[in-house]
C-alpha cells in the first residue's frame, strides 16, 4: 500500500501543545571575525596526516609548475621583442586563469590517480548499538512539502528498521507565505501524527527568519540541541539511505576529535536537459574531484551546508557566526554560512572530514539554466562576503583556501569575460591604430610579432587541462563495468561525454556573463534577498527566455561583429563563445521541462547511475510520490481555508501555543524581548474592525496576514466571534 502524506477528512484534531520536544537548551556564543586558534581536539593518526601532506605538496606542485608553464608560453607568445601595456594586462588576467585551471586540474589528476589505487583502509566505525541520539534536520523556506514529507517517510522506514530509537526528524519551517504555511501544516500534521516513538517526525515553524538558513539552524541548537549528540543537516531536496545516515553516526562515534564529516551528494531524478547535464556531469566527474578534494583535505575539509553530520556540541560551542560591521551584502548577517562554520570548527580545534565513499546520499539540482542563474545570485553574494574572512586571525590554510575558491568560482567568470575583452582590444588595436615602427632609434624597425605557432599549441595545452577531468570521469567509468552500464554502456557513455562537453561550451559563457553582472550588483550594494529554490521541472515560454537572455544575445551579436571586421579568423576563433551567447534564447528554452528532456532519456543519452535501477531508497521515494493524493485545485484564502478546515485550524493554533514545559516567569521574559512588529499591531487593529472574515483578507496585506496567523490568541477570538456570527 502506498503511503499518502495528505491529511485525511476527519483526522482528529490535534488537542496538544506543539508538534515538538521539550527543549533542551545549548548556548551558542557568537564568535568573533579574528580569535585565536585552539589546539587540535583528540590525537590525530600519524600516517592520515602524512598522506593529506603528501597530497597537498602534489596539488601544490602540479598547479605551480603547470601555471609556470602557461605564463611563460603566453609571455613568449605575446611578442618576441616587447610588450604593450595592454598585452601586459592580457598576460595578467591570463595568469590568473590559467592558475585557476591548473589548480582544479591537480586536483582532478589526484583524484583520477587516488582512485586507481585500492582503498587500503576505511575511515573507522564504531560498532554494535549507536552510542548516541542523532536528529536529522530539514530547513525549508517556501517548498513543497508533499516532496519533503515523502523522503523523510522514506528515510524515517529505513531507520526503524536499522536503529529504532536513535534518529529524530526536525522539520525547521521558515517559510513566509501563508498559503505555503498552511500547505505545510496540512501535509506534516498526519506526518508528525503517523511517526512512531521509535523515530519520531517534529514540525516548527519560526515567524521570525533572522539569519536566513543559519539562523534556522542556530535556533534549534539552542532551544533543543543539548539533547542529541549529533545532528545530521539535509536540504528540503536531500534523500539520504538508512546505510548511509548510520554510518555517518557510526564515523563521528567513532572519532571524538571530529566535529564534522561531509558526504558527496549525488543528484538524481534529473528530467530536463540542464538538470540531466548537471546529474550526468555530478555523476561522472564528481567522483574524481571528490577523491582529489578529500585527500588533500584531510582533517580541514569543508562543509556544503546539507547532507552532512556535525557534532552539536561542538557547533554550539565553535560555529556561532559573527555579525559583519556595515551593511548587506558585506556587512550584516554571514549569507553563505556553511564554509564559515567548517573554518570556525577547524578553528577551534575540531576536525572536519570529507568521507566521499558514503553512497547513496542524494540531493537534487536545479531544473533550469534560469534557475540556476538565480541560485548564482544568492551563492555569488555569500562567496564574496568571504573576502571578509580571507584574513582573519586563527584560521587554517586550508580554510583560507576553501574560502578563496569559493570566491574565485564567481570572479574567474569575470576574469574570463575580461580576457576576452582584453584580446579583442588588442586585435582591434592592431587592425585600426597604425604601428610605430621606429619609436626608438634603431637599425631595424620594431615589428608587432605574435608567435602563432606557440598560441596554437598554447590553446591546445589549455583545452586539455579544462577538459581532462571530464576524460579521467569516463576512463574511470570505463575501468568499472557495473558503474560503466549505469552511464548506458561502451558506445553511449562516449557519446554521452561529447554531448555534455558541446553543450557544457555553449552554456559556458551564458553563466560567464550573467555571473559577471551578478558580481558587479554585488559590488556595487545590491542585496540579492532570499529566493526560494525551483523544484519544479523547469519549463519555461519563449517570451520568458526572451526576457531574460535579451542582453546576453545582444552582447554575443557584438562580440560577432566586432571580430567579423576586424578579421574572420578572428570571429571563427571567438564562435564558441558567441555562438553560445546567440543562441542563448533556445538554449535557455531547451534547458528546463521534462518534456524536453524526455528525447534524451529515449535515446539514452546523459544517463546516470541508477536511472534504470535505482537504489531502494529511490525507488522508494518514487513510489512515494507517485502514491499520494494530489492537492485539491483551486486557491482559498488562508483565513477562510482554516474557518472551513477545523482539523487543521486545531492544528494550527496548537503550534502556536508557548511550550508547555517553560514557566510562566520564562513565558513572560520571552514576551517582553519580543520586538515592536508594525504588521502585527495592523493586522490586530484591522482584525477587531473587520465586519467579517472575507472583508478582512482583502484589507490585509501579505506581511499582515502572516502576523495575524502568527498570534494564536488573536486568531481564536477571530474564529470564535465569527462562529457566533454564523451561528455555528
Not at 577551534?348 to 572530514?353: I, L, Q, T
Not at 566586432?562 to 564562435?575: D, E, G, K, S
Request: hydrophobic fraction near 50%; aromatic fraction near 10%.
Amino acid at each position: 500500500m502506498r503511503p499518502d502524506f495528505t491529511r485525511p477528512a476527519g483526522l482528529a484534531a490535534h488537542t496538544g501543545g506543539p508538534a515538538l520536544p521539550p527543549e533542551a537548551p545549548l548556548t551558542m556564543p557568537r564568535h568573533p571575525v579574528h580569535e585565536k586558534a585552539a589546539a587540535s581536539i583528540g590525537p590525530v593518526p600519524a600516517w592520515p596526516a602524512l598522506k593529506t601532506a603528501l597530497a597537498r605538496v602534489f596539488v601544490a606542485l602540479v598547479t605551480v609548475l603547470l601555471g609556470t608553464y602557461g605564463i611563460r608560453e603566453m609571455y613568449a607568445v605575446l611578442s618576441t621583442t616587447s610588450i604593450t601595456p595592454l598585452q601586459w594586462a592580457f598576460l595578467v588576467v591570463f595568469a590568473i586563469n590559467f592558475c585557476w585551471i591548473a589548480f582544479a586540474f591537480a586536483q582532478a589528476l589526484l583524484g583520477f590517480l587516488t582512485s586507481l589505487l585500492p582503498r587500503l583502509q576505511r575511515p573507522p566505525e564504531v560498532s554494535g548499538e549507536l552510542p548516541f541520539r542523532t536528529a536529522i534536520l530539514l530547513p525549508v523556506y517556501n517548498e513543497s512539502p508533499r516532496r519533503i514529507a515523502a523522503a523523510i517517510a522514506v528515510m524515517r522506514d529505513g531507520l526503524l528498521a536499522k536503529a529504532p530509537g536513535r534518529y529524530a526528524f526536525f522539520i525547521l519551517s521558515d517559510s513566509n507565505r501563508a498559503d505555503t504555511w498552511l500547505d505545510e501544516e496540512a501535509v506534516f500534521s498526519a506526518l508528525c501524527q503517523a511517526s512512531p516513538p521509535d523515530c519520531p517526525v517534529y514540525y516548527r515553524h519560526r515567524s521570525d527568519n533572522t539569519e536566513r538558513k543559519a539562523g534556522n539552524i542556530a535556533d534549534w541548537v539552542q532551544r533543543w540541541g543539548g539533547a542529541y549528540e549529533a545532528m545530521i543537516v539535509l536540504d528540503a531536496d536531500s534523500v539520504v539511505s538508512a546505510d548511509a545516515l548510520v554510518t555517518l553516526t557510526r564515523r563521528l562515534a567513532a572519532d571524538p576529535g571530529l566535529g564534522l564529516i561531509q558526504t558527496l551528494p549525488y543528484i538524481v531524478r534529473a528530467q530536463s536537459l540542464y538538470g540531466r547535464l548537471q546529474q550526468f556531469a555530478n555523476q561522472c566527474y564528481g567522483p574524481v574531484y571528490a577523491r582529489g578534494l578529500a585527500a588533500w583535505h584531510g582533517r580541514s575539509s569543508n562543509f556544503w551546508g546539507h547532507n552532512a553530520i556535525i557534532r552539536t556540541r561542538a557547533f554550539a560551542e565553535a560555529a556561532g557566526l559573527p555579525l559583519l560591521p556595515g551593511k548587506p551584502p558585506f556587512g550584516g548577517h554571514v549569507l553563505s554560512h556553511d564554509f564559515i562554520e567548517a573554518a570556525l570548527l577547524r578553528r577551534a580545534g575540531w576536525g572536519v572530514r570529507f568521507d566521499s565513499d558514503i553512497a547513496q546520499s542524494y540531493e537534487e539540482a536545479p531544473p533550469s539554466l534560469v534557475d540556476v542563474l538565480v541560485r548564482d545570485r544568492r551563492w555569488c553574494q555569500g562567496n564574496l562576503q568571504h573576502s571578509r574572512f580571507l584574513l582573519a586571525r586563527g584560521l587554517s590554510a586550508a580554510s583560507r583556501v576553501h574560502l578563496l575558491t569559493g570566491i574565485m568560482s564567481y570572479l574567474s567568470a569575470v576574469f574570463w569575460l575580461t580576457l576576452v575583452l582584453l584580446g579583442l582590444a588588442i586585435a582591434l588595436q592592431a587592425s585600426l591604430v597604425r604601428p610605430e615602427y621606429f619609436a626608438q632609434p634603431a637599425l631595424f624597425p620594431t615589428w608587432p610579432v605574435f608567435d602563432a605557432e606557440r598560441a596554437r599549441w598554447l590553446f591546445g595545452v589549455s583545452m586539455a587541462v579544462i577538459l581532462a577531468p571530464k576524460w579521467f570521469g569516463g576512463v574511470l567509468a570505463l575501468l568499472h563495468p557495473r558503474r560503466l552500464l549505469g552511464f548506458g554502456g561502451p558506445l553511449l557513455l562516449p557519446l554521452s561525454l561529447l554531448l555534455e562537453t558541446l553543450l557544457s561550451a555553449l552554456y559556458a559563457p551564458i553563466l560567464m556573463l550573467a555571473q559577471s553582472r551578478v558580481v558587479w550588483s554585488v559590488l556595487r550594494g545590491q542585496d540579492a534577498g532570499w529566493q526560494p529554490q525551483s523544484r519544479d521541472d523547469g519549463a519555461l515560454g519563449i517570451g520568458t527566455a526572451l526576457r531574460a537572455h535579451w542582453a546576453h544575445t545582444l552582447f554575443g551579436a557584438t562580440l560577432a561583429a566586432i571580430a567579423w571586421f576586424i578579421h574572420p579568423q578572428l570571429f571563427l576563433w571567438l564562435l564558441p563563445i558567441t555562438a553560445g551567447l546567440i543562441l542563448s534564447v533556445p538554449l535557455s528554452w531547451l534547458s528546463g521541462g521534462a518534456t524536453r528532456g524526455r528525447l534524451f532519456d529515449i535515446l539514452g543519452l546523459l544517463r546516470a547511475p541508477g536511472e534504470r535501477r535505482s537504489p531502494a531508497v529511490l525507488s522508494a521515494l518514487r513510489d512515494a510520490l507517485a502514491g499520494q493524493t494530489q492537492p485539491a485545485t483551486g486557491h482559498t484564502a488562508p483565513l477562510t481555508r482554516l474557518q472551513q478546515d477545523a482539523p487543521l485550524r486545531h492544528w494550527h493554533l496548537a503550534q502556536l501555543q508557548p511550550a508547555q514545559h517553560l514557566s510562566d516567569q520564562d513565558q513572560q521574559k520571552k514576551q517582553h524581548q519580543a520586538h515592536f512588529h508594525a504588521p502585527a499591531v495592523t493586522a490586530a487593529w484591522k482584525a477587531e474592525r473587520a465586519p467579517n472574515l472575507q472583508a478582512l483578507e482583502t484589507w490585509l496585506t501579505a506581511d499582515e496576514q502572516r502576523a495575524l496567523l502568527a498570534d494564536g490568541a488573536l486568531l481564536a477570538r477571530l474564529f470564535q466571534r465569527e462562529s457566533s456570527s454564523t451561528g455555528s
